[in-house]
């Protein structure tokens, strides 16, 4: 099965920087990556999420690229502001088969004001 | 449209208890599946099902069994509550197909067994 890897597990920077989360998979036929974000008691809820025939995908302030190759993507929050603290967790899918996503473990990212 | 629906919001067992973690959604999705949340080991997959009367394992499935008479409903019940249960439980739901996309997650049950 399916076993995604993500680095690393806290990360902590002052706000205005930038926050990069690093993933990688295991399953060559995985066509499918999106990134949760999980407020503190709250349920995860997609942010982004790109696909396996796009190499890279921005959406305002964060951004995700996708190396196929290398079976690794990677989440970029540029300018990170408090609310931008929260844990995030990517995952990958397969195409075909039971469609359940595999997670990373996630990371808990602290942005200080 | 609620979406996802999980109850109860948070829960105390003694050990050896048994109980229901009910889970519906109202976006007519073929995928549910249950995760629990545990610090430091993100969400793990318990079991799912890919539509109604059909059921799978997942990673973490020992304790646990699932039904999925309707389409809607998909409870999951812990048989013999152990203190290794305590955890954050998660239901999620998704279309299947390549052109569906994100999964999502009911509000967790926060599951305590003493």
């Known amino acids: 099965g399916e076993n995604v890897e993500q680095h690393p597990s806290t990360l902590s920077v002052q706000e205005g920087d930038s926050a990069v989360i690093k993933c990688t998979y295991s399953d060559s036929a995985s066509n499918y990556f999106p990134w949760y974000k999980q407020e503190l008691g709250k349920r995860p809820q997609l942010i982004i999420d790109i696909r396996s025939n796009v190499g890279e995908k921005k959406d305002q302030r964060i951004a995700v690229t996708l190396n196929k190759t290398a079976k690794h993507f990677s989440l970029h929050i540029t300018e990170t502001q408090p609310e931008d603290s929260a844990v995030y967790f990517c995952a990958a899918r397969a195409s075909g088969g039971s469609y359940i996503p595999t997670f990373g473990r996630g990371t808990s990212l602290i942005v200080h004001p | 449209n609620a979406g996802v629906t999980q109850t109860p919001k948070f829960q105390v067992l003694k050990t050896g208890q048994s109980m229901t973690l009910q889970c519906a959604q109202d976006?007519?999705?073929?995928?549910m599946s249950w995760y629990r949340q545990d610090p430091g080991m993100g969400l793990r997959l318990i079991h799912y099902?890919?539509?109604?009367?059909?059921?799978d394992q997942g990673e973490v499935p020992n304790g646990y069994n699932v039904s999925r008479s309707t389409t809607e409903d998909f409870p999951l019940r812990l048989l013999s509550a152990a203190p290794s249960q305590t955890s954050v439980y998660f239901c999620a739901s998704n279309w299947a197909g390549d052109g569906a996309t994100e999964a999502f997650f009911g509000q967790g049950t926060r599951l305590t067994v003493v």
């Open positions: 099902s890919v539509g109604a009367g059909i059921t």
């Open positions: 976006m007519n999705h073929e995928y």
